[in-house]
């Protein structure tokens, strides 16, 4: 046993003796005015395996922006942001590399083909466990804009690095690289730096590293920054000093966070009072400095604060500064201690950090509310969410997520996760769960083992699992569940009181596990609100019976705290006064709140629209139930006014959402939609549709833009008769059985969506395809191409009316499916709205519908910038007539791609039309004012 525990020790000592044996040496001159470094480099490297290394790899991060297909660059774009795609080659950066030697002699090398952030090295003698290499760099470095990680030059030319020179890839029994793509998570094992920096002069260089020599010369001045077993290596060069030191006798505090116009005193206690809190519990920082930027705040902000318009502050300027510094702090004091994989196992610092930011605020503003002081204000205190304390809003953000079936395992690698859940949903749960955790096994368990698990490991290699084995070393308590359904599942946590059996000294309950796991569960007995006792409930299959002493308990509720992230909380508790007071009172609310699971919450919120022309303006009432928070059961009903039609008008409907974890089929919904609107002058149409809809995605690939739905419906149309308007026809009741697959790929690069259409009613059926793509070339011109092809598989509607038609420019829409402002209108403006729909011309032309079949295709290609050049040609056949041959072209002006767009007609089949009279009223628009598809711009970055 003795000589087991020797080994042990000796092994740690020996892996973190060799880290301490990786060294770099770098000689870097900066030509800010051509945004570019010349390095001179060493890096040593010591094998601390068993293995022979003949091939090895360093990563060479700033050679990810050199094209517009590196991972970074496709990350880019995956989130629907274009500046890197449409960037000026100048703007982006590169790595060029002279040479790499060994010992004198040339090595080998090239980038990864897919992977050109990631440089081979072929050596010249195998590597023999715990040997070490030693090679010199030569190698150009042009720095990229800022605009695209916020790392790089600035509109103001300073510059703002990380991960700007080579460094070595981790060897652990497996190569461990992988590619940037502006996650902040290089993994690198630390290393003895000396920086020899020569820079112009009138700028102030900012680092962590400590500093040893500095000279000034004519033109520029050299400095050499020195730092042992350094893992992060952050570097400003700015023309004005932006960073402040506060020192103390334990650390020196570098920042440039938004201070919030704090006195200079009142930022030195809040820095005493951070470090204090950090050092209490996790002992002192390995390094003389601590750098914190704002570029770290605002790359992981605190969220809630950051989405607040400036002159709005609920907080108080000291509590708002205090957070920023410790959540930062903590990251960065986390980052650079703990030597773990953060592509892989982030979600264990993500849980440190989150758990003492809860920590803190529990301690030092156990009072603070989740709105702040905006929560005092008469007609706000009457919401729960002016209730909820600051703390709550970790489950909250996690639940947005968990709610909707788009939560993520917190061990699934970074890269792979939604913008959301990376950057706020998986923090939240991890620091949660280890609240959960703390909750189950005891609370100072948990926070005294996170402690000295974090001072006893500092800069030593380890991985999440040593964790789990140290943390269940210091309990009795079974927490596999912790480890293996919350951490690595997408389980949710879900359980309902079933049954109460009430006798005159006990209770006798029976809990049900609605879900597949293993979690536990509290159980709290209550007298009103006070907490008479509370039992931990394991090991629930799917019912689990137990009896608990009365002791005048009149209330029985689970996850009492909400501390356990449960998906429902709805129904988590029964009253022992009678069935009576089981039943949720009704609670209603103006305006739309966080979700109470104590009431049945009815919300009422007045609205004003503008639908269509016919109409005006509409006021009304909107009653709902949807919360902040995703219900499976919704309903809306919104009772208006119209101002013009001077009637009351409206529309409503009831729904239900399953959602399926671990299919491709991840949601089924079935509802019921009605309306009354007006279609045209002084008439109005009834619409109302029961239907079935699938939803589809690729279960092992969240981020990814693919999707599919299958709608089933049936559209019951009650129209007020027309006898004048010529698209009208002659049966204006009627109805139809619509059934809609689409496939679709919405990338920014590469757009691709296709669906297939079948209507059946009582005189007609049809049948059509639609066909999508839109390309986003590296010379930054667009080609939108689409094929619309439909036929009639009967029609026995009257031949003279269109009504049911497929249309060339303007569809009569009379399943009510189109955002018309004037869908009856013949003349003037709003006629003109163009719908991307059916044949998709822009013209006018002579032959507008067909009764048979139709077949088009609509391209367009950029021409300058926004200018698009756009042709249409197509085919169309109606009944007793020979097929048409359709051209149309023009100019179309992209304001904002499918929410704005401008068409103006110049060639078809009418000849010269910009030359024709009454042009003005043959130009096209497409215009969105529906607030939900606008925030679909938003949505989609981060979803």
């Known amino acids: 046993m003795k000589l087991r525990l020797f080994s042990c020790v000796f092994y740690v000592f020996t892996c973190y003796a060799s880290f301490s044996q990786n060294k770099i040496d770098l000689k870097a001159v900066f030509d800010i005015e051509s945004k570019q470094i010349t390095i001179s480099q060493t890096i040593q490297y010591q094998n601390t395996t068993q293995d022979a290394l003949q091939t090895i790899y360093l990563n060479d991060w700033n050679n990810s922006y050199s094209t517009k297909k590196t991972p970074l660059a496709i990350r880019i774009a995956d989130e629907y942001k274009n500046d890197f795609h449409l960037a000026k080659n100048s703007e982006r950066g590169y790595s060029v590399i002279t040479s790499i030697k060994q010992n004198g002699e040339l090595l080998q090398f090239e980038q990864l083909k897919k992977q050109n952030d990631i440089i081979k090295v072929e050596l010249n003698e195998a590597l023999p466990p715990n040997g070490v290499y030693v090679l010199q760099l030569e190698y150009l470095v042009q720095i990229p804009s800022d605009k695209f990680t916020r790392y790089g030059v600035t509109s103001t030319g300073d510059l703002n690095l990380r991960y700007w020179y080579i460094t070595p890839a981790v060897y652990n029994g497996k190569w461990q690289y992988y590619s940037n793509k502006d996650l902040d998570d290089l993994f690198i094992p630390p290393s003895d730096v000396n920086l020899n920096i020569t820079y112009p002069k009138g700028y102030v260089l900012t680092s962590e590293l400590n500093s040893s020599k500095h000279i000034q010369n004519t033109n520029n001045q050299t400095i050499t920054l020195q730092g042992e077993n350094i893992i992060n290596n952050k570097l400003f060069l700015s023309k004005t000093p932006d960073f402040k030191a506060i020192q103390n006798n334990k650390i020196t505090l570098i920042s440039n966070i938004s201070d919030e116009g704090l006195e200079i005193i009142d930022k030195v206690l809040i820095t005493e009072k951070v470090t204090n809190f950090i050092f209490k519990n996790f002992g002192d920082y390995p390094h003389d400095k601590l750098l914190l930027t704002q570029i770290d705040y605002d790359k992981d902000p605190i969220y809630g604060l950051n989405f607040l318009p400036s002159f709005i502050k609920p907080y108080p300027n000291h509590f708002q500064?205090?957070?920023?510094?410790?959540?930062?702090?903590?990251?960065?004091?986390?980052?650079?201690?703990?030597?773990?994989?953060?592509?892989?196992?982030?979600?264990?610092?993500?849980?440190?950090?989150?758990?003492?930011?809860?920590?803190?605020?529990?301690?030092?503003?156990?009072?603070?509310?989740?709105?702040?002081?905006?929560?005092?204000?008469?007609?706000?205190?009457?919401?729960?969410?002016?209730?909820?304390?600051?703390?709550?809003?970790?489950?909250?953000?996690?639940?947005?997520?968990?709610?909707?079936?788009?939560?993520?395992?917190?061990?699934?690698?970074?890269?792979?996760?939604?913008?959301?859940?990376?950057?706020?949903?998986?923090?939240?749960?991890?620091?949660?769960?280890?609240?959960?955790?703390?909750?189950?096994?005891?609370?100072?368990?948990?926070?005294?083992?996170?402690?000295?698990?974090?001072?006893e490991n500092k800069l030593k290699p380890i991985t999440t699992k040593d964790f789990e084995t140290y943390l269940k070393s210091r309990t009795n308590k079974n927490i596999d569940w912790f480890f293996k359904d919350y951490l690595t599942t997408r389980k949710k946590i879900d359980f309902k009181i079933k049954e109460v059996y009430k006798a005159e000294d006990s209770i006798t309950v029976t809990i049900r596990n609605k879900r597949d796991n293993d979690m536990p569960i509290s159980l709290y007995a209550l007298n009103n609100d006070s907490i008479i006792s509370k039992y931990w409930i394991e090991n629930i299959d799917k019912y689990k019976t137990i009896t608990i002493p009365r002791n005048d308990a009149n209330k029985l509720v689970l996850n009492y705290n909400n501390l356990i992230p449960e998906i429902n909380e709805r129904d988590n508790w029964k009253s022992l006064k009678g069935f009576f007071f089981n039943n949720k009172p009704l609670q209603f609310r103006v305006f739309q709140d966080i979700e109470d699971p104590y009431y049945n919450q009815v919300f009422f919120m007045p609205i004003a629209e503008f639908n269509n022309i016919y109409d005006g303006f509409t006021l009304g009432l909107r009653i709902y139930n949807k919360t902040v928070l995703r219900k499976l059961f919704n309903y809306r009903f919104e009772p208006q006014y119209s101002l013009k039609s001077r009637t009351l008008t409206g529309s409503g409907f009831v729904a239900m959402t399953h959602y399926l974890e671990n299919s491709d089929l991840y949601a089924i919904n079935y509802g019921l939609s009605a309306g009354y609107s007006s279609y045209a002058e002084n008439l109005f149409v009834r619409q109302i549709s029961p239907s079935l809809v699938f939803l589809f995605r690729e279960e092992n690939d969240f981020r990814s833009n693919k999707k599919e739905s299958l709608t089933l419906r049936y559209v019951d149309i009650h129209r007020d008769k027309d006898l004048n308007n010529v698209l009208t026809s002659n049966e204006p009741n009627y109805g139809v059985f619509n059934a809609r697959y689409i496939d679709s790929d919405d990338n920014l690069i590469n757009f691709k969506k296709w669906y297939t259409d079948v209507q059946i009613a009582k005189n007609f059926s049809k049948v059509s395809f639609n066909y999508e793509y839109r390309r986003l070339f590296e010379n930054n011109s667009q080609l939108n191409l689409r094929l619309f092809t439909g036929m009639f598989l009967s029609n026995k509607n009257d031949p003279n009316s269109n009504y049911f038609s497929f249309a060339l420019d303007r569809p009569t829409d009379y399943l009510f499916e189109y955002p018309y402002l004037g869908r009856s209108e013949a003349s003037g403006i709003f006629s003109q709205q163009y719908i991307d729909a059916e044949g998709g011309f822009k013209s006018k032309l002579k032959t507008p519908f067909a009764n048979q079949w139709m077949s088009t295709v609509n391209v367009s290609t950029t021409l300058w910038k926004y200018v698009l050049f756009y042709g249409d040609i197509g085919l169309l056949k109606s009944k007793f007539d020979n097929p048409h041959f359709v051209y149309d072209s023009g100019f179309r002006v992209n304001l904002v791609t499918d929410y704005f767009e401008i068409y103006f007609p110049l060639y078809s089949n009418l000849g010269w039309e910009i030359g024709q009279p009454r042009y003005d009223q043959k130009i096209r628009f497409k215009f969105t004012i529906d607030p939900q598809a606008l925030l679909g711009l938003f949505r989609r970055r981060w979803y």
Do not use: C
């Open 321 to 455: 500064y205090e957070l920023k510094l410790l959540k930062i702090a903590l990251h960065n004091y986390l980052e650079n201690t703990l030597l773990l994989n953060p592509r892989t196992e982030q979600w264990l610092i993500d849980g440190i950090q989150i758990y003492y930011l809860m920590n803190y605020v529990d301690e030092h503003y156990p009072n603070m509310k989740f709105l702040g002081t905006l929560a005092d204000i008469w007609g706000v205190r009457s919401f729960h969410a002016s209730s909820m304390k600051f703390n709550d809003k970790y489950v909250l953000a996690y639940m947005l997520m968990a709610r909707t079936n788009r939560d993520q395992p917190l061990t699934m690698a970074k890269d792979s996760l939604l913008k959301f859940n990376k950057s706020i949903a998986n923090k939240y749960k991890a620091g949660v769960g280890l609240k959960y955790l703390g909750d189950f096994i005891n609370h100072d368990v948990v926070v005294n083992g996170l402690s000295s698990f974090v001072i």
